[in-house]
Every structure is written in C-alpha cells, then in structure tokens.
C-alpha cells in the first residue's frame, strides 16, 4: 500500500510553487538579476480532519466522517514550487493538489442527539487545493545561512461528494465545499552545514476566512551544479469554522523534492 501511494504521487509531479523551495541554495544566472528555482516533489501525505454534512434527519443533525478512513486511496496529486529572487528580495508561490476517495464503513452520527451513532457505508470523494505565496526579504544574508520574513496569502479549496448507505429512507448524497482565503507571515531559510549540504525551514501563520492556519517544514538539502535535492517534514494545519464543509484540515508527511535552478 506504501509503495502504491508513492507511486501515485510521484507521477503527479508538475512544476507550480513550494513554499520550502530553494531557501538554501545557490543562485544560477546573472548575480544581479533575477534568478529562479522550479521544484517537482512528492508529499506522501496523511489527511486528518472530519467532514460534515446536513443529515438525513433533519437540518440540525450531521453526518461526521473521519477523512483518515479514505486516505488509503489517493487518485491524483500534483505539486511543485516556483521561487524568484534578486537581492534580499523573493517571489514564492505553493500549489498542493490532492483527488481522494474510497469507499468506507465508518461511525456517522445521523441525528442531533450524539448517543445515536450508526455504521454507514459512506462513498467520499474529496478534492483540495492549497495554493500559497508571497513575497520574502532576508533579513541575514551570511555565510552560514539565511533568514528571511515573508508575508502574503494561502487559498483553500475543499470539494466533498459522499453517498451514504444508512439503509432504508437514510440513503443519501451529499455534496460540500469549503473556499478560504487566509493572510499568513512568517519565517524561512537555512542553515549551511558546508559547501553542499544545508538544513531549509519554514514557519508561517495566519487567519482570515479560517479561525487559524499555520505550516511547518523543516529537511536537509543537498546542492548540486544544477540544483538542490532536498528531504523533509511538512505539516499544515486549518482551523475552520464549526458550520465549515470539514473541520480541523491537517495534511502532514514526508517531502521530497528536486529543484532545478535556471
């Protein structure tokens, strides 16, 4: 199972944006002119969150679905980073998108009272894209590292189709959507271990349409004549509102990534 959402993920690499893209590497090009880095990485990705649908017993009961239970089946993925410097300053744009579903036997809760569970089988399809940026100054620019302050904005989308089988008159098919816009700052660069090794990081937090969104990265990077290689942690959390399509979206894992400088 492993193996086969890998392999999922990385025939969906495309070029876009990764907020944890070149932080650490060396420039190609014109030092004085602009210089840019596109990545291709693979996410292997766990979802943790809770769908919410008006339930078939009336509009103030739900039908609450653990995401966790579909992640196994992820359909398509694309992601990529693209990052333009020149000086101190940089252009940085992030695009996440993630295609899941499955079918599932799951808890719902199917009316207001929680003492009412019951095992469905619930058919989800859940589509999400994630896409960031802004623009950063380095505030140190040295020769052990870098660090800069960035600041701009994260769009979220959330589609949700599920069909629920309760049985008799509970059979149902729901759809939701979810649509934030959220203004985020935060903290990125790295540490240079020697001439080719590095240690990127980023750090964000923000809010707007979301009660709170916040992401953390942190890997090793490897420099060569062309680009970077580099291997790290991605975690990026929502705190959505309590009527909102799902609740307390974190997508969390591995990266790995391959940045080619031109």
């Known amino acids: ?27 190609a090009g014109d030092p004085g002119g602009w210089q840019f880095e596109a990545t291709l990485y693979g996410w292997y990705a766990g979802l943790d969150s809770e769908v919410r649908f008006p339930g078939p017993l009336g509009r103030e009961s739900d039908v ?13 993925v694309f992601m990529g980073a693209v990052e333009a410097r020149k000086d101190r300053w940089s252009i940085i744009t992030d695009l996440v998108y993630l295609n899941m ?9 199917v009316g207001p009272d929680p ?3 019951a095992t469905a089988s619930a058919d989800l399809d859940i589509t999400t894209w994630v ?84 992401q953390l990265f942190a890997g090793i990077g490897y420099r060569f004549s062309w680009g970077d290689i580099r291997l790290g942690y991605r975690y990026l959390s929502y705190d959505l509102d309590d009527d909102a399509a799902v609740q307390d979206l974190a997508i969390s894992g591995p990266v790995l990534g391959v940045g080619v400088r031109f």
Not at 68 to 74: A, Y
């Open 131 to 214: 896409v960031s940026g802004g623009v950063g100054y380095d505030l140190l620019q040295a020769e052990r590292g870098r660090l800069a302050l960035m600041g701009g904005a994260r769009y979220l989308s959330v589609d949700v189709d599920g069909q629920f089988g309760l049985g008799g008159p509970f059979a149902r098919e729901r759809s939701r959507s979810e649509e934030n816009w959220d203004g985020i700052v935060g903290l990125r660069g790295a540490l240079q271990l020697g001439e080719r090794w590095y240690l990127p990081f980023h750090a964000d937090i923000g809010a707007g349409d979301s009660d709170l969104t916040w």
């Open 115 to 117: 003492g009412y569970p």
């Open 101 to 109: 579903g499955d079918d599932a036997a799951t808890t719902v809760r």
């Open 64 to 76: 609450t679905v653990d995401a966790s239970d579909i992640i196994d089946n992820l359909n398509m």
């Open 1 to 27: 199972m492993v193996l086969k959402r890998w392999t999922k993920m990385l025939a969906g690499l495309i070029p876009a944006a990764m907020v944890c893209g070149s932080v650490g590497s060396a420039a």
